[in-house]
Structure formats: C-alpha cells, structure tokens
C-alpha cells in the first residue's frame, strides 16, 4: 500500500514510458549530457542539478518571464521558477536594464553606492525592521545572524522546526526523531556532532517548542512562518503568534527565514501577519534573480550588535574578524539590482497578478483531484501552491514526509516536462509570476489531468 494510494508497478510502467519519450525528443541535451560528463562532476555545474525526474540533464537555451527554452527548441511554461529563485519572472525587464547599466559602471569595488541607502530604506520601508545588511545569498544571510545571536545572548543554542529550510547552514541540518535531534540524513562530510548546538522541534507543536525554550540556553530560534521544503505545511491559527510570545518568555531571539515566503505579499508573512521578529533574512528572489540576499534587525538587535562588536574588539589580541561577510557580498551589481527589484518588480501590482492566478491553479487542483477520487489535498501560500498526496494538509514535517511517493511525484513531474510544463522538483510546488497567464494555469490543470486518467487506466493502479 503507498501512501498515494496508486500502486508501485502502475508508477513504473508509467514511468518507463515517459523516460523513452524525453530521450526521443530530446537529441540535442543528451549530447550535451554526454559531453558535459567529461568536466562537471556528474554532468552538471551543481550536483543537485541532476535530482530532477529526467533521466538525462535537460539544458536550457534561453528564458523569459514565465517561460523558457531548451536547446532541442522546446518551450515549456515555468511553474518552477527557478525554485524562487525567478519568483518575478525570468529576466525582468528592469532587471535586464540594471544589469546593463551596472555592468558599464563596475560589479565590485568593496564601497557603497547611493543604492545601498535607497535598498536600505525601501526594505525598512517594506518590512517594518529599520537596519540592514546584504549578502550574497540567505545561507549566507541566515549563518551571519545565528552568529550575531549567539554573540548578543551569549548562548550557544539554535533551535529549528524539524524538516526546515534554510539553505545549507550547517547548525540546521537536523530532524527530530523520536524526541532527540540527530543529523539529517544524507549529510556529506559532516565532521562534529551537531546536536551539540542545535536542537529540533516538530512545527505547530507548542508544548515541544516551549520545552526546548525552557532550558534556558537556546539564543533563536530560527524558523519559516510557513514550511516550504518538506512539502509546504502552514502554521495552525495562532501558532506563530505563540511562537513570538515564548521566545520573548525565555528570551530567545526570533530569526524569520522568509526566502520562499515572499511569494505572500510584498512585506512577506512577517508584515502581512504581524510577525515581530528580532532578525528577517531572506534571499533567492530580492535583487530579480542575481545572487543577492538581505537581513534585517530591530532597534535593539542593532544595539546588542554594536555592544557585541565592541566587547569583540575589546577582548581580541590584534585585528578581530567578525566570521561574516564575503568580497562580493553587497556588490555594486547586487545593490543596483536589488534596488530595481523592491522600486519596479516586486510590488503590490505585481502581487495583484500572481496570487489571483496561484488561487485558480489552487482551486483547479481541488477539483482534479475529487475529479479522480484521490485521497489528496492542496496547500496554498500566496502566489504558490502544491498538492500532497494525504488526505488533510500536513501540520508537521514528519507528516509531510510520510505523505512522499517519490516515484509518482518524478513520473507526474517528467510528464508534464514532456508536454512543456516544469513545477519544482523536489516536491509538487508551484508557483506563478506576474507573466503566467490563467491559459497558463488551465494547461497545467489539463496536463495533470491527462497524466492521472492515462496512470490509474494502467491495470491495477489503484491500490
């Protein structure tokens, strides 16, 4: 019995189909495939690039707004998006635009720019928190701040929900199981014991949260106002409100990763549900798509900051190093880039068009599903969505993980990749731009609809 409740062999046959129809039609990546095996690293500049349900790399030509090419000729509609990264589209015009201005003005040069206060003013502006820094990207963003809280607490705890996401900081990379943190599975190279320092909590579990603030040494926690890489899981109603009243309990600092929750509005879950954190971070989308990430504190985090800074430098023998910040971190490009983005890209008309349209996918989703009588539900956060294969909305990780069948999610994912739709491929997240049209949104709903009669008309597809 699988969780979805179509059976294992009805996925492969399914999905032996789908692989020889993607190698047919696509001549020309598998020869770069083949090429690109004699100099990257498993035929891609980033390992991670060859965990999609394709069974050979798919290399994109060009991309635009909500669509791009491949170097077959292909076009596909991008629900995708870069997995945030192109929240707003592919090469925005005004981002192209910066782009070409900055390049002709210099990338880098370690000194600000007029940009910076403009990016600093709009993001105070935008987010309700008055000080800012930039990095290059929100693991950068997150691991900067847990150092600044430990500095400022002087403790040495970090506490995350269990099957968190925040990029690839090392103090987060743990799970909860059966009542103790251990290492997330799969970690390479991973040389000391990270439970020594970090700590796991199932999400909208109050009682377990509360008992890990309790013991007195925990300097933030750090946590998405909704969960997003493990299957996306909302908070429960009040949730994060006691989220914020607890920390302050046991003073603890409240870290709010809003990287893939920016697709709420254009203050985030933080402004839109009244959040009050301590620090923001976030990323991936803030500068249109160019490597740039941001964080954000209160009034008394910067107070704490340049007492921190200044008891650093009273106790360090010679010249101290913070431990934060990279050359490019801030550079000109990514300055006049994220300048650009909060001015012309990401605002509220923009908002006006993407969540409308992730609501009708939503709601289309809904009803496939009763359609095929699937015991299924649908999670939606503003401009994405995604459909889990369990009955009722996960409320926790591990609920989200147990609800898995990853040889179905990869055979959906490489059917409509061969009909010229691409979602995320980690999980069945979607999300919409302001250039994805509601003839977007109808073709996937069309596609997937396709894919689901032709799988359970395999015999014995139900199980």
């Given at each position: 019995m699988t969780t979805s409740g179509i059976s294992e062999a009805a996925v492969t046959a399914f999905t032996t189909r789908e692989r020889e129809r993607f190698l047919a039609q696509n001549p020309k990546s598998r020869v770069l495939a083949e090429r690109a095996r004699h100099s990257l690293f498993g035929g891609v500049p980033?390992?991670?690039?060859?965990?999609?349900?394709?069974?050979?790399a798919l290399f994109v030509s060009h991309a635009q707004g909500?669509?791009?090419?491949?170097?077959?000729?292909?076009?596909?509609?991008?629900?995708?998006?870069?997995?945030?990264?192109?929240?707003f589209g592919h090469s925005p015009v005004p981002i192209a635009r910066a782009l070409a201005e900055q390049g002709a003005r210099g990338l880098t040069t370690m000194l600000p720019g007029e940009d910076a206060i403009v990016a600093g003013e709009l993001l105070a502006e935008r987010f309700g928190l008055p000080f800012w820094?930039?990095?290059?990207?929100?693991?950068?963003?997150?691991r900067y701040v847990i150092r600044w809280a430990r500095a400022i607490t002087n403790r040495k705890m970090l506490l995350v929900f269990d099957g968190c996401y925040h990029g690839t900081v090392d103090d987060v990379m743990v799970r909860y199981q059966d009542g103790r943190t251990v290492h997330r599975g799969g970690l390479i190279g991973q040389a000391s014991n990270l439970a020594e320092t970090s700590r796991a909590v199932p999400f909208n579990d109050l009682a377990a949260l509360e008992a890990a603030l309790a013991q007195g040494d925990v300097a933030a926690l750090l946590c998405e106002p909704a969960m997003t890489n493990i299957g996306m899981v909302l908070p429960e109603p009040g949730f994060m409100e006691q989220v914020r009243a607890l920390t302050r309990k046991y003073g603890t600092l409240l870290i709010i990763d809003e990287t893939h929750t920016l697709s709420t509005g254009p203050g985030g879950c933080t402004?839109?549900?009244?959040?009050?954190?301590?620090?923001?971070?976030?990323?991936?989308?803030?500068?249109?798509?160019?490597?740039?990430?941001?964080?954000?504190?209160?009034?008394?985090?910067?107070?704490?900051m340049r007492l921190a800074q200044q008891h650093a430098s009273e106790t360090s023998h010679g010249h101290g190093h913070s431990g934060m910040g990279t050359t490019l971190s801030a550079n000109a490009l990514a300055m006049h880039c994220l300048r650009v983005n909060l001015e012309e890209v990401m605002t509220s008309a923009a908002y006006d068009l993407m969540l409308p349209l992730a609501a009708r996918l939503a709601?289309?989703?809904r009803q496939l599903i009763a359609r095929h009588g699937l015991a299924w539900?649908?999670?939606?956060?503003?401009?994405?969505?995604?459909?889990?294969?369990?009955?009722?909305?996960?409320?926790?990780?591990a609920q989200a993980e147990a609800a898995f069948h990853d040889s179905l999610q990869q055979a959906l994912h490489l059917y409509l990749i061969n009909r010229g739709i691409l979602i995320t491929p980690?999980?069945?997240?979607?999300?919409?731009?302001p250039d994805t049209t509601a003839a977007d949104v109808d073709r996937l709903i069309a596609t997937l609809d396709?894919?689901?009669?032709?799988?359970?008309?395999?015999?014995?597809?139900?199980?």
């Open positions: 980033m390992h991670w690039m060859s965990d999609w349900s394709m069974p050979s909500a669509r791009f090419h491949d170097v077959d000729g292909h076009e596909y509609v991008d629900f995708c998006l870069g997995d945030t990264g192109s929240m820094q930039v990095a290059a990207t929100a693991t950068d963003a997150n402004r839109a549900w009244n959040l009050q954190p301590d620090f923001i971070t976030f990323g991936k989308p803030i500068a249109g798509g160019v490597a740039c990430s941001a964080y954000g504190c209160s009034y008394e985090m910067a107070q704490a709601a289309g989703l539900s649908v999670t939606e956060l503003g401009a994405r969505c995604e459909f889990q294969f369990c009955v009722t909305p996960p409320k926790t990780g980690f999980h069945n997240m979607t999300l919409c731009c396709d894919a689901l009669t032709e799988l359970l008309a395999v015999p014995g597809a139900r199980c």
